[in-house]
T-cell receptor, first 113, second 112 residues
Framework: GENVEQHPSTLSVQEGDSAVIKCTYS??????FPWYKQELGKRPQLIID?????GEKKDQRIAVTLNKTAKHFSLHITETQPEDSAVYFC????????????FGTGTSLTVIP | DTEVTQTPKHLVMGMTNKKSLKCEQH?????MYWYKQKAKKPPELMFV???????INESVPSRFSPECPNSSLLNLHLHALQPEDSALYLC???????????FGQGTRLTVV
C-alpha cells in the first residue's frame, strides 16, 4: 500500500514569515494530493489540492508543488498569520484498491505573533 | 448542501454497552469512509464503502460493525468496546478518486 511521510512534525514561525511542509509518497500510481488543516477539536478541512497532471497550484497565501518523478509534494504558506496555527495533514489518493486516502503523520504549525 | 453530518457529537459508553454512530450526506457522493483519530495523530482509515458496498476493511476488530443502509447514510455499530477505543470517529465522503473528501465534525467517543 501507499506510505506517506511528512516533515517536520512541528514547526514554529514568526508571524509574517513563510512555512513549508514536505511530504513524500511511495506509490507512483497515486494521482491526487490534498492538504488538510485541522484546528484543535475540529474536523480536517481541505485547504488546497493538486492532481498529478499539474506541477504547482496557488490560492492566495497558500501554494502546493508536486514533483512526480521524485514522489514528493510540499505546502507553502506565505505571510503567515496566527490563525494559520493548526495541524496540517498531507494525503495521497488513488493508488490503492477502492477509494481511500493515505494521510501523512501531520505537522503542528505554530505562528508566533 | 456540502455538509457531512455526524451524530452524536459526544458519546460516553460502558464496555458492555451497544451504541451506534450515524453519518449522513446529501452531496450524491458514492464513497463514504469511517476514520478513527487519536489526539495529535492522523486519521486512521477503518472502512470504505463504495456504491453502498464495503470495499475496504482495514483489519478492524469485529466490535466495530459498519452498515450502509443507502447512498446517503453510513452507520458504525459499537459493541463491547475497550477503553483504548476512545477517540474521535470521523466520517467522510467523496465522489471518488481524484475528488475532495468532506469530513463530518466527528463523534468524540469515550469508553469507560
Amino acid at each position: 500500500g501507499e506510505n506517506v511521510e511528512q516533515h517536520p512534525s512541528t514547526l514554529s514561525v514568526q508571524e509574517g514569515d513563510s512555512a513549508v511542509i514536505k511530504c513524500t509518497y511511495s506509490d507512483s500510481a497515486s494521482n491526487y494530493f490534498p492538504w488538510y488543516k485541522q484546528e484543535l477539536g475540529k474536523r480536517p478541512q481541505l485547504i488546497i489540492d493538486i492532481r498529478s497532471n499539474v506541477g504547482e497550484k496557488k490560492d492566495q497565501r497558500i501554494a502546493v508543488t508536486l514533483n512526480k518523478t521524485a514522489k514528493h509534494f510540499s505546502l507553502h504558506i506565505t505571510e503567515t498569520q496566527p490563525e494559520d496555527s493548526a495541524v496540517y495533514f498531507c494525503a495521497a489518493h488513488g493508488g490503492g484498491p477502492g477509494n481511500q486516502f493515505y494521510f501523512g503523520t501531520g505537522t503542528s504549525l505554530t505562528v508566533i505573533p | 448542501d456540502t455538509e457531512v453530518t455526524q451524530t452524536p457529537k459526544h458519546l460516553v459508553m460502558g464496555m458492555t454497552n451497544k451504541k451506534s454512530l450515524k453519518c449522513e450526506q446529501h452531496m450524491g457522493h458514492r464513497a463514504m469512509y469511517w476514520y478513527k483519530q487519536k489526539a495529535k495523530k492522523p486519521p486512521e482509515l477503518m472502512f470504505v464503502y463504495s456504491y453502498e458496498k464495503l470495499s475496504i476493511n482495514e483489519s478492524v476488530p469485529s466490535r466495530f460493525s459498519p452498515e450502509c443502509p443507502n447512498s446517503s447514510l453510513l452507520n458504525l455499530h459499537l459493541h463491547a468496546l475497550q477503553p483504548e477505543d476512545s477517540a474521535l470517529y470521523l466520517c467522510a465522503s467523496s465522489h471518488g478518486v481524484l475528488n475532495e473528501a468532506f469530513f463530518g465534525q466527528g463523534t468524540r467517543l469515550t469508553v469507560v
